[in-house]
Nanobody, 133 residues
Framework: QVQLVESGGGLVQPGGSLRLSCVTFGLTLDLYAIGWFRQAPGKEREGVSAISSTDGRKYYADSVKGRFTMSRDDPKNTAYLQMDNLGPEDTAVYYC??????????????????????????WGQGTQVTVSS
């Protein structure tokens, strides 16, 4: 059974850092693209970052570029999201998700594809991140 389990969330002061982990079970991670998404109260779920399975290219939402760093350790079936210089606007439930593919051949914007929740078919339960003083 495929499972994704996020951890590492918590309460942090503005300017602080957190590192989220997403451990996957029941699959071989290197066959999948993996993404991080977040959803704040009253807002739609948004793509934060993703790594493709084909070339390892990384994608980031403009709102987190330069502050968040995503990585993956396929032998450990784990993905990470290092979040630095956090602000109150980063408060949300963070989810990891898997994209089973295949990558649509007519896709023109790979960034939009990998940062869209519609491109993912398996989700974790989420971990809460709260940035507050």
């Amino acid at each position: 059974q495929v499972q994704l389990v996020e951890s590492g969330g918590g309460l942090v002061q503005p300017g602080g850092s957190l590192r989220l982990s997403c451990v996957t079970f029941g699959l071989t991670l290197d066959l999948y693209a993996i993404g991080w998404f977040r959803q704040a109260p009253g807002k739609e779920r948004e793509g934060v970052s993703a790594i493709s399975s084909t070339d390892g290219r990384k994608y980031y939402a403009d709102s987190v570029k330069g502050r968040f760093t995503m990585s993956r350790d396929d032998p450990k079936n784990t993905a990470y999201l290092q979040m630095d210089n956090l602000g109150p606007e980063d408060t949300a439930v963070y989810y990891c998700a898997l994209n089973s593919g295949p990558y649509p051949p007519d896709t023109r914007d790979s960034g939009s594809y990998y940062l869209s929740s519609e491109s993912y078919d398996r989700w974790g339960q989420g971990t809460q991140v709260t940035v507050s003083s």
